[in-house]
């Protein structure tokens, strides 16, 4: 039978995971998801009870979210802004958030802000300086274009995003 309370009935288990938490949660943003799993391999466990270590884990978790130490909103957005700036598109970012598990009304909250965003982080902008950072010059003949384009769908870029990249290096680069 499980115990009512796993903080109750385990207080230095419970002690230990949420101080192993906050210094997690001190060095960056982490999803739930993510510090989940982060905890369930701790050495706090000795035994393999997982339904009880798992609902020991998700007390630490519930308090954590309760006190604002840990946010899924907060994570998506640091974690799309730091993608940004690494020059990876919208698409990709998406689906990283939900390899991280962040749901999807969360991630699409954060990704939203950047769509087409008037900062220096909005789409556009990346798309344009993760191009001119990789190539810098237009491409000479459509075997060129293609890989530019390749490259850009890998790092997320949509096909509406490459297609107004290229017609911005058109308009740059005419002679």
């Known amino acids: ?17 949420y101080n192993k938490a906050i210094e997690l ?4 943003e982490h999803s739930r998801a993510e510090l989940s ?10 035994t393999e009870n997982t339904g009880q270590n798992q609902r020991l884990i998700s007390c630490v978790l519930d308090e954590l979210a309760r006190s604002g130490y840990q ?22 970012i998406a689906l990283e958030l939900g390899q991280r598990g962040v749901d999807e009304p969360i991630a699409t909250k954060a990704l ?12 556009d902008e990346v798309i344009y300086n993760t191009w001119q950072k990789k190539f810098g010059l237009p491409p000479q003949d459509l075997k060129e274009r293609s890989k530019q384009q390749r490259f ?24």
Do not use: C, W
Not at 1 to 17: A, E, G, I, V
Not at 72 to 87: H, I, P, Q, T
Not at 152 to 175: K, N, T, W
């Open 71 to 92: 946010s899924d909103e907060r994570f998506a957005e640091a974690y799309v802004r730091s993608r940004l700036r690494k020059g990876f598109g919208l698409q990709r």
């Open 37 to 46: 799993r982060k905890l369930a391999s701790h050495r706090v466990f000795e």
């Open 25 to 28: 949660l001190a060095r960056r």
């Open 152 to 175: 850009l769908y890998y790092r997320g870029f949509s096909g509406d995003d490459i297609a107004r990249l290229f017609d911005r290096i058109d308009q740059v680069f005419r002679v």
């Open 112 to 123: 939203g802000a950047y769509a087409n965003g008037d900062d220096d982080l909005n789409t």
């Open 1 to 17: 039978m499980f115990d009512d309370n796993p903080r109750d009935s385990h207080p230095d288990d419970y002690r230990t995971l």
